[in-house]
């Protein structure tokens, strides 16, 4: 059975939201808008799901929770009665795989960055609970894979380093529209997994790959919060750079981790904006910065002590003049 007219007619005019509860009783929120042509966004507590809908069958953008599928199912079904064929993970992070199993036991081919399947083959491996294999992508790709589907060529990219160390975007081009993963998250503070291979400089390359790809009119869909425009995905980039600069500034003045988490004014900029905490409160934020600002690398430890040595050399001139001030006077 194909696109069911009415359905697709009454989802032009409006989103559709439903509440419902998973087997665990825990209360679920889904909605599902149109984004541009036949590319969908379902919209959950667990993120934004992208999904494309045609003669071939569906294709699908991360899948949630584990416990949010069942909704996400019936959501579907509103619009196609045609199979998932196919799912990418944007990254490893439950929220955006934990439906790895259930799809890939109806028949969907799993892909992610190779990456990801390493990430999700250590959390088999170390977690408590024993989880099935099937949660694992069958097919894994390194820097870039290209789908023919429904009429559109989709390309899946990887954008290294940036929220984590497997991310990828999803480009529909024919429909321009753009999935970010949580590269992007619309009107959040950004979450920066630098336990898993994020960076700020990653994330600001990923952020800048995506600009060059699209254009003005292409609709974005967030790994987190509203469909969003090239300008907000821009605006994005500006207040992460700045912030950033200004927590490496406090760095290189030798503040500590705490004392700059309470500057308060560091994030002024995102709070003009209408920025508010989601997963990544204002205080994580800014400790995330900081973290990648002080670490590691032997240049930044080499940029810390010039600066410190430039820091006592003016203060070694500087008590020189004023000495030299009272002498005269």
């Known amino acids: 059975m194909g696109f069911r007219l009415s359905v697709v007619l009454f989802f032009l005019l409006s989103g559709i939201a439903s509440i419902s509860q998973t087997d665990t009783g825990k209360e679920t929120y889904t909605k599902m808008l149109k984004v541009q042509n036949n590319i969908y966004v379902l919209q959950s507590d667990g993120g934004n799901i992208g999904l494309s809908f045609g003669k071939d069958g569906i294709f699908m953008v991360d899948d949630f929770f584990s416990g949010n599928v069942e909704q996400m199912q019936k959501e579907i079904k509103k619009i196609s009665d045609k199979p998932v064929r196919f799912v990418v993970n944007t990254h490893f992070h439950n929220d955006h795989s934990g439906g790895n199993p259930i ?26 609970k024993k989880l099935s294999e099937d949660l694992l992508p069958m097919v894994t790709f390194e820097e870039k894979i290209n789908f023919y589907f429904n009429n559109e060529k989709i390309v899946v990219f ?21 999935q970010t993963g949580d590269v992007f998250v619309n009107g959040q503070y950004p979450f920066i997994d630098l336990k898993n291979g994020g960076s700020v400089k990653g994330y600001e390359a990923g952020i800048q790959k995506a600009l060059a790809l699209i254009n003005q009119q292409t609709k974005i869909i967030p790994g987190h919060g509203p469909i969003s425009t090239y300008k907000e995905l821009e605006n994005n980039l500006r207040l992460l750079s700045v912030t950033y600069k200004k927590v490496t500034q406090q760095v290189l003045l030798g503040k500590t981790e705490d004392e700059v988490a309470n500057m308060k004014e560091l994030t002024d900029t995102y709070n003009e904006s209408g920025y508010k905490p989601g997963y990544v409160t204002a205080d994580d934020f800014i400790r995330t910065l900081y973290k990648d600002a002080s670490s590691g690398s032997s240049e930044k430890k080499e940029r810390l002590k010039e600066n410190e040595d430039a820091r006592k050399k003016y203060e070694q001139i500087k008590r020189q003049q004023e000495s030299k001030k009272k002498k005269k006077n």
């Open 158 to 178: 990887h954008v290294p380093n940036a929220h984590t160390d497997g991310d990828v975007m999803v480009y529909f081009t024919q429909s321009n529209v753009l």
């Open 103 to 128: 799809l890939a036991k109806e028949g969907a081919t799993i892909f992610s960055h190779e990456l990801v399947r390493e990430r999700l083959m250590k959390v088999m491996n170390e977690g408590a």
